[in-house]
């Protein structure tokens, strides 16, 4: 079954881990084999992350599965991945990881309703141990506070 649109990756311990601070959508510079591979559904971004490499953003560490049918035109599981992001837009995401602290991660991976591979990145800050606990309480909260008014309206 061969994915047209929407999501094929998402970074799910990503809103975990890390502050989001700004999203961005970007394209991406894929061969055959890899755009084949990724409307299969094989493709994982939950180590990756985004780079700066001559003077361009790439995508570092994607994993994106070998596509089996493809014979002699192969493409490396985890290399680097060229970004696609107007000049502007990718000075504002280089001055943020200019500054300490600040990465940037791609939180989804989909294709768009015209059939093309883009990326959704997220400008963020890790979070420390003490946020990630504040961030579960609030969530068990909120769930516990769903319970209780789904019983009260019975």
Avoid at 13 to 28: C, M, S
Avoid at 66 to 89: M, Q
Wanted: hydrophobic share 35%; with cysteine; net charge positive.
């Amino acid at each position: 079954m061969f994915i047209t649109t929407g999501s094929v990756s998402k970074n799910r311990k990503a809103r975990f881990n890390y502050t989001i601070i700004e999203t961005v959508e970007a394209g991406l510079v894929l061969t055959g084999s890899e755009v084949k591979s990724l409307r299969l559904g094989h493709a994982n971004i939950s180590e990756s992350y985004a780079a700066e490499e001559k003077g361009a953003l790439y995508l570092m560490n994607a994993h994106i599965t070998t596509y089996k049918e493809s014979s002699h035109f192969k493409h490396e599981e985890n290399g680097p991945r060229k970004l696609l992001l107007h000049k502007k837009e990718m000075n504002k995401l280089l001055g943020y990881v200019a500054r300490k602290g600040y990465t940037l991660i791609p939180l989804d991976l989909y294709f768009n309703e015209r059939g093309i591979a883009k990326v959704c990145l997220g400008v963020a800050i890790g979070k420390t141990h003490a946020d990630k606990r504040e961030t579960q309480k609030k969530r068990e909260w909120d769930r516990e506070k769903q319970r209780i008014m789904t019983y009260k309206n019975k």
